[in-house]
């Protein structure tokens, strides 16, 4: 429960409102799996979950992508290179990263920032895909300005096999990409679905919906895993704040395969 404090040693502005955040690691030989979290805290406005969005074959960095919404993840998306921020992780269960590389088809789906807990698995695909022939990103957004990542979208899609496709809420006139929501970029998508392994992360409406019209194209819901935010406090699963039904986001997630917690996506957090 005692956070660990280390250096900012890169700051990267993403978006207005999105910065991430290159952290030393306070232990090099500890290695995280994608979709797992940290505990951030900064002195004078307390601790957040954060997850990861680095590479996991860079042990000697954490990174973590934030966006400024609340009381703390504002003053620490102000933070400059330099600074100290206190650590403790990670924590929870995260991707099934080597069950991707037995899958045919692995589809990636970030809405906003839920796009930063999917970065580690591209990372790991990029570098060691196996059998998976297919490795399909879409990434939504409200306009362009939002995208995260789009540097690496180029380098991504050259890649053989990869295909990263985006789409905007809200279009723009010099935006020569697909308008609308990421439903309707997922059904543009041709894939076989009985060997397709799926990712989503984003807003819990979009997860609910994405893993519906999943399930209706004849991906088995087992193959279809999804992020879960709650409001974590401890990250061990004592006090109680992030429990979903049976589960704790914290020690049993964030990742959940959709058939344990399908019952319980939509009830809003109190």
Same mark, same amino acid.
């Given at each position: 429960?005692?956070?660990?404090?280390?250096?900012?040693?890169? /700051?990267?502005?993403?978006?207005?409102?999105?910065?991430?955040?290159?952290?030393?690691?306070?232990?090099?030989?500890?290695?995280?799996?994608?979709?797992?979290?940290?505990?951030?805290?900064?002195?004078?406005?307390?601790?957040?979950?954060?997850?990861?969005?680095?590479?996991?074959?860079?042990? +000697?960095?954490?990174?973590?992508? $934030?966006?400024?919404?609340?009381? $703390?993840?504002?003053? *620490? +998306? =102000?933070?400059?290179?330099?600074?100290?921020?206190?650590? %403790?992780? @990670?924590?929870? &269960?995260?991707?099934? /990263?080597?069950?991707?590389?037995?899958?045919?088809?692995?589809?990636?789906?970030? #809405?906003?920032?839920?796009?930063? @807990? *999917?970065?580690?698995?591209?990372?790991? *695909?990029?570098?060691?895909?196996?059998?998976?022939?297919?490795? $399909?990103?879409?990434?939504?957004?409200?306009?362009?300005?939002?995208?995260?990542?789009? &540097?690496?979208? =180029?380098?991504?899609? &050259?890649?053989?096999?990869?295909?990263?496709?985006?789409?905007?809420?809200?279009?723009?006139?010099?935006?020569?990409? %697909?308008?609308?929501?990421?439903?309707?970029?997922?059904?543009?998508?041709?894939?076989?679905?009985?060997?397709?392994?799926?990712?989503?992360?984003?807003?819990?409406?979009?997860?609910?919906?994405?893993?519906?019209?999943?399930?209706?194209?004849?991906? +088995?819901?087992?193959?279809?895993? !999804?992020?879960?935010?709650?409001?974590?406090?401890?990250? !061990?699963? /004592?006090? #109680?704040?992030?429990?979903?039904?049976?589960?704790?986001?914290?020690? +049993? #997630?964030?990742?959940? @395969?959709?058939?344990?917690?399908? @019952?319980?996506?939509? $009830?809003?957090?109190?």
């Amino acid at each position: 429960m005692t956070p660990r404090f280390v250096r900012i040693k890169r /700051t990267v502005r993403e978006t207005p409102d999105v910065v991430t955040l290159d952290l030393e690691s306070p232990d090099p030989s500890s290695i995280f799996t994608p979709g797992q979290f940290n505990m951030l805290y900064l002195f004078g406005a307390g601790e957040v979950a954060i997850s990861f969005s680095g590479d996991p074959d860079r042990p +000697d960095t954490l990174t973590h992508t $934030i966006r400024a919404v609340g009381s $703390i993840t504002r003053p *620490l +998306d =102000a933070l400059k290179r330099g600074a100290m921020i206190g650590v %403790r992780g @990670p924590y929870g &269960r995260g991707w099934p /990263t080597d069950e991707a590389r037995r899958a045919e088809t692995v589809l990636l789906i970030g #809405g906003g920032i839920g796009l930063a @807990p *999917l970065r580690p698995v591209i990372y790991s *695909l990029v570098r060691n895909r196996g059998a998976a022939r297919r490795v $399909i990103v879409l990434c939504g957004a409200r306009t362009s300005d939002d995208l995260l990542f789009t &540097r690496e979208f =180029a380098s991504w899609s &050259r890649q053989g096999g990869f295909e990263v496709h985006w789409i905007i809420d809200r279009g723009e006139l010099a935006w020569q990409g %697909r308008v609308g929501v990421i439903t309707d970029l997922l059904a543009s998508v041709r894939f076989e679905a009985s060997g397709a392994l799926a990712m989503i992360c984003g807003p819990e409406v979009m997860m609910r919906i994405v893993s519906g019209d999943l399930v209706s194209r004849g991906v +088995d819901a087992a193959k279809i895993h !999804i992020s879960m935010e709650r409001n974590m406090r401890c990250a !061990i699963g /004592t006090c #109680g704040h992030c429990q979903f039904g049976p589960a704790f986001v914290c020690k +049993d #997630g964030p990742v959940f @395969p959709l058939p344990q917690i399908a @019952p319980m996506l939509g $009830i809003r957090e109190l």
